[in-house]
């Protein structure tokens, strides 16, 4: 069956570090693979979406690659601050498919 | 910016009783969904509605639950005959391209309460 998995459950990382979150997945073939953030309480929020012929994207201090040969996405946050402390989760989409199946959620902890 | 709203933000209901969750999603998008996040877990898919009807279901959403866009600009899910385990938070989403290039925005969710 299709399955997504994110990195350990909690990261903390220093605060001006980069933050580095993996999704891998199985059983998938997606053309799409989007980010979101949660805060607690809160629906999640897009960041950003990466194609099955993008290598890389950026958005300011976001980076995502895609990886399809490992089926791995990893996005990574520069220069992290306290207020990038959210749960990010992955959402890999296949071609024809319209529905978003999101992944267990990495919570981050930006330490001052 | 245009937002999805939804009401209300919190809802306690009796094991038994039935209840409606009303979402507005934003003005031009076509593909509506409702996702479920029960406490401490994941966000769930539970259905996806495109041009007045259920495009995909998941196997949480049966025949308990029902969708329906009444107007032109609500979208609601009717939960009957609630059970202990509905509690959760429910979120409404909309998207203009069906999420397959374009991304879902999400309202801020219901809190629903089972007692």
């Known amino acids: 069956s299709q399955k997504i998995e994110q990195n350990s459950e909690a990261l903390n990382i220093q605060e001006g570090k980069t933050a580095t979150l993996t999704c891998n997945y199985t059983?998938?073939?997606?053309?799409?693979l989007q980010w979101y953030r949660q805060d607690p309480g809160r629906g999640p929020v897009f960041l950003l979406l990466?194609?099955?012929?993008?290598k890389e994207k950026r958005k300011e201090r976001l980076k995502v690659t895609f990886d399809t040969t490992l089926k791995q996405s990893l996005f990574h946050i520069t220069a992290s601050q306290p207020a990038d402390s959210a749960t990010y989760l992955c959402?890999?989409?296949?071609?024809?498919?319209?529905?978003?199946?999101f992944g267990t959620g990495t919570r981050l902890t930006i330490i001052p | 910016e245009p937002e999805v709203t939804q009401t209300p933000s919190h809802q306690v209901t009796q094991m038994g009783q039935e209840v409606i969750l009303r979402c507005v999603p934003i003005?031009?998008?076509?593909?509506f969904y409702w996702y479920r996040q029960i406490l401490g877990q994941k966000v769930e898919f539970l259905v996806s509605?495109?041009?007045?009807?259920?495009?995909?279901k998941s196997e949480i959403f049966d025949d308990q639950f029902s969708v329906e866009r009444p107007d032109g600009s609500n979208f609601t899910l009717k939960i009957r005959s609630t059970k202990l385990e509905d509690s959760a938070m429910y979120f409404c989403?909309?998207?203009?391209?069906?999420?397959?290039?374009?991304?879902?925005?999400f309202g801020n969710g219901t809190r629903l309460t089972v007692t």
């Open positions: 959402a890999p989409l296949g071609f024809g498919n319209e529905k978003l199946t």
């Open positions: 003005s031009n998008h076509l593909y």
């Open positions: 509605f495109y041009n007045n009807e259920i495009s995909e």
């Open positions: 990466i194609r099955e012929n993008e």
């Open positions: 989403a909309s998207s203009e391209n069906g999420g397959k290039n374009s991304p879902l925005h």
């Open positions: 059983n998938y073939s997606p053309a799409y």
